[in-house]
């Protein structure tokens, strides 16, 4: 089972090695991890992707929990959230790709953030399955290299 | 008036009550025994290995509940602290370890005696930090107190670069402190304290297992109160001896490998099990999936992260084992009417049993020196004196744990989830310094002894009556005893007869020492050691393959226990 924690950390030297040392100590995976400052002061938001059964991710709630340097711990399951990733591909291109690449980031709605004599860089936004699907398209047209963000997320507001 | 970092860390440590420093200096932390020499409140007790120095400071705290208190030097000083932080981390010891660091220009340079120690220690901490400016050096040692000694303790580490401890800053220590990514739950649940009270009003067969974290947050009391008025039969994990008084007819001793046979089989057959500060080690529980198949099961922890872990737990409560307890008991008064000696009879009755069926035992017939009648011996001639055992780690500390009757916490030091060996002997030492007019009694193996020997020095230095008795077999005994059992006999590498003659070396160093090999030898020895107004040390020749009984063998559920 995949779980996403967005945690709220103190933005300090060290946070990032004890919350990847829980993990390595402990055998869990992290499948992705982004992390960047919020807009509170002194504040970090990660965000984990991990995988394991129900025992295990309790258990990657609770020790992350007891970490003195986080202060939030926020797991997706239940009620809706946003999830997104962004994915910079730079793809070889010629005659007879370029035209199907660019027909392919539209339909997307991704971007060609540049551009060279034999390649495109495209930007692309979305869930990590638009993110997934979009590479399984590309591929064949030859990837040069691929950069992606790993996943945040944020619970949705309530609609009233 | 501006203090240099130096001055700044004395005066922080005498705000926080700190009497004893122990240690040894070098080059990066000079500057802080300079200013140790020019006073007089704290006093910094010279060790001769770091590790010995953490293991003092972890026996002091384990014997008086203080933090204990460590200073040493930069790189090797601060690696050689690793084992008794990771010691001190998995039995839940209040420490603060401060280590000297290379300036901070030259941090990252491979500086001469640098060492990331902060790096190191992270996975053997509860918290660790690196100090870069000395305004920041008095909120640091507060916080690492606050952080040691609350919740469930922990060692601390504090990195101290040689630049700060010069540097100047104004001199003001917090009075109070909050960390906002901290804050432990102390007061139990009130809806989940009443299920828990319920869930023990109605059980048939309920059962107290009791561990570290309960003479951690001082709940031998209450323990006792819930105990008594419900009649509850109660046994301890290694780290909670003393807990509950094992001369008291509910008293099961202690379960799990080499636990009794009576709380073995009382955690197999139990219909309600009620754990308070333990942590369902697989050294009690022996096979996780066979462990009190037949029973709910109540956690009271204060660590979040313990309950559920190893074990699916009924009823979690979250919080200080004392105050949990001191919420829980009044509201057993709505059963008064229930006669709880006729209640739990027959679950009682059945303990008895199990008690009369195999009792923990050896052979008394022979010439030879059985370790469990010293243990037994040294118990019978210590009653009235309370002291404090400290054990090394192997077969010894079993039978420490097996045949003298604890009945008061923190009298038991022993290192339970890392199982160092090397630690009992400089933690003896440590509590002696807790405790000036309270008789300490060092229970060694020879192979443990041998680990931390050189702190032989220290008693003698400051002249510490700590009584050393060590239990030689020539072996590993612990691994031997597995190999003579499950790896047919093949005693490889466990033997160690080529050994100190360690009456000569005891005495080379000062201390009155002496060596028996016979049973009829054991009384008159260990009445000179008790009576001895100074340092001693015992070399007790012991039968070189007695084995620790009964014994589950690892990974076997707890009632297949061998028994002899």
Same mark, same amino acid.
């Given at each position: 089972?995949?779980?996403?924690?967005?945690?709220?950390?103190?933005?300090?030297?060290?946070?990032?090695?004890?919350?990847?040392?829980? #993990?390595?100590?402990?055998?869990?995976?992290?499948?992705?991890?982004?992390?960047?400052?919020?807009?509170?002061?002194?504040?970090?938001?990660?965000?984990?992707?991990?995988?394991?059964?129900?025992?295990?991710?309790?258990?990657?709630?609770?020790?992350?929990?007891?970490?003195?340097?986080?202060?939030?711990?926020?797991?997706?399951?239940?009620?809706?959230?946003?999830?997104?990733?962004?994915?910079?591909?730079?793809?070889?291109?010629?005659?007879?790709?370029?035209?199907?690449?660019?027909?392919?980031?539209?339909? #997307?709605?991704?971007?060609?953030?540049?551009?060279?004599?034999?390649?495109?860089?495209?930007?692309?936004?979305?869930?990590?399955?638009?993110?997934?699907?979009?590479?399984?398209?590309?591929?064949?047209?030859?990837?040069?290299?691929?950069?992606?963000?790993?996943?945040?997320?944020?619970?949705?507001?309530?609609?009233? | 008036?501006? %203090?240099?970092?130096?001055?700044?860390?004395?005066?922080?440590?005498?705000?926080?009550?700190? &009497?004893?420093?122990?240690?040894?200096?070098?080059?990066?932390?000079?500057?802080?025994?300079?200013?140790?020499?020019?006073?007089?409140?704290?006093? !910094?007790?010279?060790?001769?290995?770091?590790?010995?120095?953490?293991?003092?400071?972890?026996?002091?705290?384990?014997?008086?509940? $203080?933090?204990?208190?460590?200073?040493?030097?930069?790189?090797?000083?601060?690696?050689?602290?690793?084992?008794?932080?990771?010691?001190?981390?998995?039995?839940?010891?209040?420490?603060?370890?401060?280590?000297?660091?290379?300036?901070?220009?030259?941090?990252?340079?491979?500086?001469?005696?640098?060492?990331?120690?902060?790096?190191?220690?992270?996975?053997? /901490?509860?918290?660790?930090?690196?100090?870069?400016?000395?305004? &920041?050096?008095?909120?640091?040692?507060?916080?690492?107190?606050?952080?040691?000694?609350?919740?469930?303790?922990?060692?601390?580490?504090?990195?101290?670069? $040689?630049?700060?401890?010069?540097?100047?800053? &104004?001199?003001?220590?917090?009075?109070?402190?909050?960390?906002?990514?901290?804050?432990?739950?102390?007061?139990?649940?009130?809806?989940?304290?009443?299920?828990?009270? +319920?869930?023990?009003?109605?059980?048939? +067969?309920?059962? %107290?297992?009791?561990?570290?974290?309960?003479?951690?947050?001082?709940?031998?009391?209450?323990?006792?109160?819930?105990?008594?008025?419900?009649?509850?039969?109660?046994?301890?994990?290694?780290?909670?001896?003393?807990?509950? @008084?094992?001369?008291?007819?509910?008293?099961?001793?202690?379960?799990?490998?080499?636990?009794?046979?009576?709380?073995?089989?009382?955690?197999?057959?139990?219909?309600?099990?009620?754990?308070?500060?333990? *942590?369902?080690?697989?050294?009690?529980?022996?096979?996780?999936?066979?462990?009190?198949?037949?029973?709910?099961?109540?956690?009271?922890?204060?660590? @979040?992260?313990?309950?559920?872990?190893?074990?699916?737990?009924?009823?979690?409560?979250?919080?200080?084992?004392?105050?949990?307890?001191?919420?829980?008991?009044?509201?057993?008064?709505?059963?008064?009417?229930?006669?709880?000696?006729?209640?739990?009879?027959?679950?009682?009755?059945?303990?008895?049993?199990?008690?009369?069926?195999?009792?923990?035992?050896?052979?008394?017939? /022979?010439?030879?020196? +059985?370790?469990?009648?010293?243990?037994? +011996?040294?118990?019978?001639?210590? *009653?009235?004196?309370?002291?404090?055992?400290?054990?090394?780690?192997?077969?010894?500390?079993?039978?420490?744990?097996?045949?003298? /009757? !604890?009945?008061?916490? *923190?009298?038991?030091?022993?290192?339970?989830?890392?199982?160092?060996?090397?630690?009992?002997?400089?933690?003896?030492?440590?509590?002696?310094?807790? !405790?000036?007019?309270? @008789?300490?009694?060092?229970?060694?193996?020879?192979?443990?002894?041998?680990?931390?020997?050189?702190?032989?020095?220290?008693?003698?230095?400051?002249?510490?009556?700590?009584?050393?008795?060590?239990?030689?077999?020539?072996?590993?005994?612990?691994?031997?005893?597995? =190999? =003579?059992?499950?790896?047919? *006999?093949?005693?490889?590498?466990?033997?160690?007869?080529?050994?100190?003659? !360690?009456?000569?070396?005891?005495?080379?160093?000062?201390?009155?020492?002496?060596?028996?090999?016979?049973?009829?030898?054991? &009384?008159?020895?260990?009445?000179? %050691?008790?009576?001895?107004?100074?340092?001693?040390?015992?070399?007790?020749?012991?039968?070189?393959?007695?084995?620790?009984? @009964?014994?589950?063998?690892?990974?076997?559920?707890?009632?297949?226990?061998?028994?002899?």
């Amino acid at each position: 089972m995949k779980r996403i924690y967005s945690i709220i950390v103190e933005n300090q030297a060290g946070v990032l090695s004890r919350i990847a040392n829980l #993990f390595s100590a402990r055998g869990y995976n992290i499948e992705s991890l982004s992390v960047a400052p919020i807009n509170e002061e002194g504040l970090s938001r990660m965000t984990i992707v991990t995988e394991g059964n129900e025992q295990v991710l309790e258990q990657i709630g609770k020790q992350l929990n007891k970490l003195i340097d986080v202060i939030k711990v926020i797991q997706f399951g239940e009620e809706p959230f946003v999830e997104r990733e962004m994915a910079l591909i730079k793809m070889h291109t010629d005659m007879n790709t370029r035209a199907e690449v660019l027909r392919i980031v539209d339909i #997307f709605r991704g971007k060609v953030v540049d551009v060279s004599h034999d390649s495109y860089t495209i930007e692309v936004t979305g869930d990590s399955d638009k993110i997934d699907a979009i590479l399984s398209l590309l591929e064949p047209l030859g990837i040069k290299e691929l950069a992606r963000t790993g996943k945040v997320a944020m619970i949705r507001e309530k609609k009233r | 008036m501006k %203090l240099t970092g130096a001055e700044i860390f004395i005066e922080s440590l005498k705000k926080e009550g700190v &009497e004893y420093l122990f240690g040894i200096p070098g080059g990066a932390i000079i500057d802080l025994h300079d200013a140790l020499y020019r006073q007089d409140d704290i006093k !910094f007790i010279l060790t001769r290995h770091e590790q010995a120095a953490v293991h003092m400071a972890d026996g002091y705290a384990r014997a008086t509940g $203080k933090p204990g208190v460590v200073l040493v030097t930069s790189g090797p000083g601060a690696t050689n602290t690793i084992t008794g932080l990771a010691t001190a981390y998995m039995d839940s010891v209040p420490i603060i370890v401060f280590t000297g660091q290379v300036p901070t220009p030259l941090i990252g340079n491979d500086a001469f005696q640098e060492a990331d120690i902060v790096g190191m220690s992270r996975s053997c /901490t509860k918290y660790n930090f690196l100090v870069k400016d000395v305004n &920041e050096l008095a909120t640091t040692i507060k916080k690492a107190f606050h952080i040691a000694t609350t919740g469930r303790p922990g060692p601390v580490l504090i990195d101290f670069p $040689k630049d700060v401890q010069v540097a100047k800053a &104004e001199f003001k220590y917090p009075e109070t402190i909050h960390i906002r990514g901290y804050n432990p739950t102390y007061h139990g649940n009130p809806k989940q304290i009443r299920k828990v009270v +319920k869930a023990i009003a109605s059980a048939k +067969k309920p059962l %107290l297992y009791v561990g570290g974290g309960a003479i951690i947050s001082g709940a031998h009391e209450e323990i006792y109160k819930l105990a008594k008025k419900l009649q509850i039969p109660v046994f301890t994990t290694l780290m909670g001896i003393g807990a509950f @008084p094992e001369d008291d007819e509910l008293s099961l001793g202690m379960a799990g490998m080499h636990g009794t046979y009576r709380a073995n089989m009382a955690i197999q057959y139990c219909d309600l099990l009620i754990s308070i500060g333990a *942590r369902f080690d697989d050294r009690v529980t022996g096979k996780v999936s066979d462990f009190a198949p037949y029973a709910k099961i109540v956690h009271i922890d204060i660590d @979040p992260t313990s309950i559920s872990k190893n074990i699916k737990v009924d009823y979690p409560l979250v919080g200080d084992a004392k105050l949990v307890l001191q919420e829980m008991l009044p509201l057993f008064d709505q059963y008064s009417s229930v006669d709880w000696k006729e209640v739990r009879k027959p679950w009682l009755e059945q303990i008895e049993k199990w008690k009369n069926e195999h009792k923990l035992a050896y052979d008394m017939q /022979t010439d030879e020196i +059985k370790p469990q009648y010293v243990i037994e +011996k040294l118990a019978k001639l210590t *009653r009235d004196e309370d002291p404090i055992i400290s054990t090394e780690v192997g077969q010894h500390q079993m039978w420490v744990a097996q045949f003298y /009757t !604890f009945k008061k916490p *923190r009298r038991l030091l022993t290192s339970g989830g890392l199982g160092t060996m090397g630690y009992g002997f400089p933690a003896g030492i440590g509590a002696k310094f807790g !405790f000036e007019d309270k @008789p300490v009694y060092v229970i060694a193996g020879d192979g443990s002894f041998q680990m931390n020997e050189q702190e032989l020095a220290t008693i003698v230095a400051y002249n510490k009556a700590v009584k050393t008795i060590i239990l030689n077999n020539g072996y590993l005994g612990m691994v031997r005893q597995w =190999q =003579q059992l499950f790896y047919g *006999r093949r005693y490889a590498n466990t033997n160690i007869e080529v050994q100190p003659d !360690f009456v000569k070396l005891a005495e080379s160093y000062g201390l009155k020492a002496r060596r028996i090999r016979k049973k009829e030898e054991v &009384e008159d020895a260990l009445r000179e %050691l008790v009576a001895y107004k100074g340092p001693y040390l015992l070399d007790v020749i012991i039968a070189r393959e007695e084995n620790v009984y @009964p014994m589950v063998p690892a990974g076997a559920s707890l009632n297949n226990m061998l028994l002899t």
